[in-house]
Nanobody, 125 residues
Framework: QVQLIESGGGLVQAGGSLRLSCAASGRTFSSSAMGWFRQAPGKEREFVAAISWNGGNTDYADSVKGRFTISRDNAKNTVYLQMNSLKPEDTAVYYC??????????????????WGQGTQVTVSS
């Protein structure tokens, strides 16, 4: 079992940066692939980034490649999403998710059984 709590969201101007954090509890965090997803009003939840259990592999949505960076610190049971060059279209609730499994870097929300409550990111133009 994994419990996830996101933080770091807020209001930022276009071109600015934010760093989201996801603190996890539970013994399986260090052996779990992790992902970030987002959901804008009226839209489906979409994949943003994912990282393997040891941080060796990452993947990103095309819309955030080169601007966002996912990382993790297993000693602190925390995964991060560094967001740079933010755009108004990045406005959404951002969710942290865990697979609970060691293998893979899943890209779809259906492969993540554990979710945080979300943190709002608003980018003004």
């Amino acid at each position: 079992q994994v419990q996830l709590i996101e933080s770091g969201g807020g209001l930022v101007q276009a071109g600015g940066s934010l760093r989201l954090s996801c603190a996890a509890s539970g013994r399986t965090f260090s052996s779990s692939a992790m992902g970030w997803f987002r959901q804008a009003p009226g839209k489906e939840r979409e994949f943003v980034a994912a990282i393997s259990w040891n941080g060796g592999n990452t993947d990103y949505a095309d819309s955030v490649k080169g601007r966002f960076t996912i990382s993790r610190d297993n000693a602190k049971n925390t995964v991060y999403l560094q967001m740079n060059s933010l755009k108004p279209e990045d406005t959404a609730v951002y969710y942290c998710a865990a697979t609970g499994l060691r293998f893979g870097v899943p890209l779809t929300r259906y492969e993540y059984p554990y979710w945080g409550q979300g943190t709002q990111v608003t980018v003004s133009s």
